[in-house]
């Protein structure tokens, strides 16, 4: 199954399902920044992953869930789920892709391509 140019296992439309129904939602992509001789789909990372983000905020939301800013507005972000590359089946997770995630993850915007279910 390829949402956003990524290809996931097919039990991620079992995630996508129960997410539809959430009001005010976007979902967005994720993958590992590219790793040389890396897998294509992963870009090294052995794992792709979703993000599903709610609202559209002027201002960081305040609680206990993390934000994130997409496209001028703030976002919480509500759950994000990953599953092993269906294409290296995780087999290129080196420890140099997961620090590189590690390292990232504050600006993990870098990484993400918005969707909505019109794409998927």
């Given amino acids: 199954m390829k949402i956003a140019g990524i290809e996931f296992p097919s ?8 997410w539809k129904n959430k ?4 979902i967005q992509t994720m993958i590992c920044q ?3 001789n890396a897998c294509s789909n992963c870009n ?9 983000l709610l609202g559209d905020f002027s201002f960081v939301p305040k609680g206990d869930k993390p ?8 976002h919480i972000v509500e759950e ?9 089946g995780g087999k290129s997770r ?15 915007d870098d990484l993400v ?8």
């Fill in 113 to 120: 391509e918005k969707i909505d279910y019109t794409d998927v």
């Fill in 34 to 36: 590219p790793m040389p």
């Fill in 80 to 88: 994000t789920i990953g599953f092993i590359c269906p294409i290296c």
């Fill in 94 to 108: 080196s420890p140099k892709a997961v620090r590189k995630i590690e390292a990232v993850q504050p600006a993990m």
């Fill in 11 to 18: 039990h991620a439309q079992n995630v996508l399902a129960s």
């Fill in 67 to 74: 934000a994130t800013w997409d496209s001028g507005y703030w």
């Fill in 44 to 52: 090294g990372g052995g794992d792709v992953y979703l993000r599903l």
């Fill in 23 to 26: 009001k005010n939602c976007f």
